[in-house]
């Protein structure tokens, strides 16, 4: 365990959240840093801006790779630094049994992005995990996936985190962050040793989001939020209708278009069609390929003697409407026969006649209960022995320093393998303690998951470490090296505050 002294003279040369006012953001002890994320009222607005038009918020997020992060030079120092005996509490569902060790790799449910707004007002993610808590309401990522280490002057802004998620879906809901746990000495000296944060959220919301609902017009326009009109394609004469009736006119339209051009057959792109005239029409017509030519012969259609007299009546009417010949016989053998003749035409935009449809979005949610409730919850593990194993767990998605992209970011991805026995010295982080393990993941895997014996069977484990620096130490321009703070006895002092606090609901 190290310490960061004061300078001479007592001065502390604070420049984060607590730099205003110590007393009021963290505990009498020197230890525990904690901050809101987002009230009730804040958490609601963090909601809507995450999941509005179809979680657009969400699918736009890009993984967190700031430059502050790039490491240049490491070497490796001494041991790790107990600072008390060896501990852990269980997983969800696992507080009274034993853990099983089993090494073929299973995903466990808990894991997910984190995202939030940085400072630049841009929108990322990292990865998490669902964490054992009393109110099963935690989440544990890196510092850094929190607190503003550009900024140094707060947390991030609209944080959630979203279990399990996948190309804009949020199948156990979305957690809005409510309380931010870390260290004193990462909030304050931006000291990469604690990178580690402990994040209480308020219980799931889920259900239908931004579902579009038809309303009237006098609905529509008094509703202040997200809406749109929907074009739905009518007839002329209900087109004409309601352009008659003052309580609808303005919820009519036409689409003009541009009209079909008549055209002989040898014009290029032209089409033919069949159009109905008069027996008259048709045998003057030629026969062959043209304009006006006869299309086919004579249709004869057989109906009945009722139909056939409504329609010679609709022929005295209006003869150019109704051109068939009518043959009318009581007996049965009533007939309409059709006489066609080649229309030949470019085809254009033809006009259309649309109604105005009025639609609001509205969020028909509930609350789907506690994170731990749905996902699990992983253990925790403190001041464990380096040269263990443990499966890491993480969002991959950046490039590589050469710009190589071999990672996608849409599905999680992990690493296997024995910690470093040395610790890793990078003195531009402050770090003098943080472990090390031998993976090839990029930038996004921040925060994931270091787990301490994970069960395959069970998908369980303790988390003993998160992700915190991706490091390239060969100079090859390829990342290979990740990196977590040491979990020690302080670690465990901010994890049971975290643990032991209680976020509440959204919505009831």
């Known amino acids: 365990m190290k310490r960061i002294l004061l300078p001479a003279g007592g001065a502390i040369l604070a420049t984060g959240l607590l730099a205003a006012g110590l007393a009021t953001t963290a505990q009498a002890d020197d230890t525990i840093s904690s901050d809101v994320l987002a009230s009730q009222q804040k958490a609601a607005e963090t909601l809507d801006f995450w999941t509005k038009s179809n979680n657009a918020a969400l699918k736009s997020a890009v993984a967190f790779n700031p430059d502050a992060l790039e490491v240049q030079k490491i070497s490796s120092g001494g041991g790790y630094t107990s600072d008390t005996k060896p501990g852990s509490t269980a997983p969800i569902g696992e507080e009274k049994k034993a853990a099983v060790k089993v090494q073929n790799v299973n995903l466990p449910k808990t894991i997910g992005k984190v995202f939030f707004e940085g400072r630049d007002g841009k929108l990322y993610w990292c990865s998490g995990t669902s964490i054992q808590s009393q109110y099963r309401n935690l989440v544990a990522t890196a510092g850094h996936c929190v607190y503003d280490i550009a900024g140094n002057d707060e947390v991030v802004s609209r944080w959630v985190f979203v279990p399990g998620y996948y190309q804009g879906k949020a199948p156990w809901g979305v957690y809005v962050g409510k309380q931010a746990f870390t260290h004193y000495d990462f909030d304050v000296y931006e000291d990469f040793d604690r990178d580690y944060a402990f994040v209480t959220v308020y219980d799931g919301i889920g259900g239908t989001l931004n579902k579009p609902k038809l309303v009237d017009w ?172 443990v499966r890491t767990f993480g969002y991959p998605y950046g490039p590589h320093l050469d710009g190589n992209k071999p990672f996608t970011g849409v599905t999680p991805k992990w690493c296997y393998g024995k910690t470093a026995k040395k610790a890793l010295l990078i003195p531009s982080k402050k770090v003098e303690e943080q472990v090390s393990l031998k993976c090839t993941v990029t930038a996004g895997y921040d925060g994931g998951p270091w787990l301490y014996k994970y069960s395959n069977a069970k998908r369980l484990g303790y988390v003993n470490g998160v992700t915190s620096l991706i490091a390239d130490t060969d100079g090859n321009k390829r990342y290979d090296t990740i990196t977590s703070a040491y979990f020690d006895g302080e670690t465990n002092v901010v994890y049971k505050a975290a643990a032991a606090s209680w976020s509440g609901k959204l919505i009831p």
Not at 244 to 252: G, I, N, Q, R, S
Request: proline residues 5%; without cysteine; glycine residues 10%.
């Open 218 to 389: 006098t609905a529509y326009k008094a509703y202040e939020g997200e809406k749109f009109v929907k074009d739905v394609t009518v007839t002329e004469e209900e087109y004409k209708k309601g352009k008659l009736d003052p309580k609808t006119t303005e919820y009519y339209d036409v689409d003009p278009g541009k009209a079909d051009e008549a055209s002989g057959p040898d014009y290029p792109g032209a089409v033919v069609d069949r159009f109905e005239v008069s027996k008259a029409v048709y045998d003057a017509a030629k026969v062959g390929k043209g304009q006006g030519y006869k299309f086919g012969e004579p249709i004869v259609e057989n109906v009945t003697y009722q139909e056939a007299f409504k329609y010679l009546q609709d022929k005295k009417a209006n003869p150019a409407k109704f051109p068939a010949e009518v043959k009318l016989d009581e007996k049965g053998n009533s007939t309409l026969t059709h006489y066609y003749v080649q229309k030949w035409y470019k085809q254009g935009n033809v006009a259309r006649y649309v109604r105005l449809e009025p639609y609001i979005v509205v969020h028909e949610v509930k609350s789907v209960g506690r994170l731990g409730d749905n996902v699990g919850g992983q253990g925790f593990a403190w001041n464990q022995p380096a040269g263990g194993y």
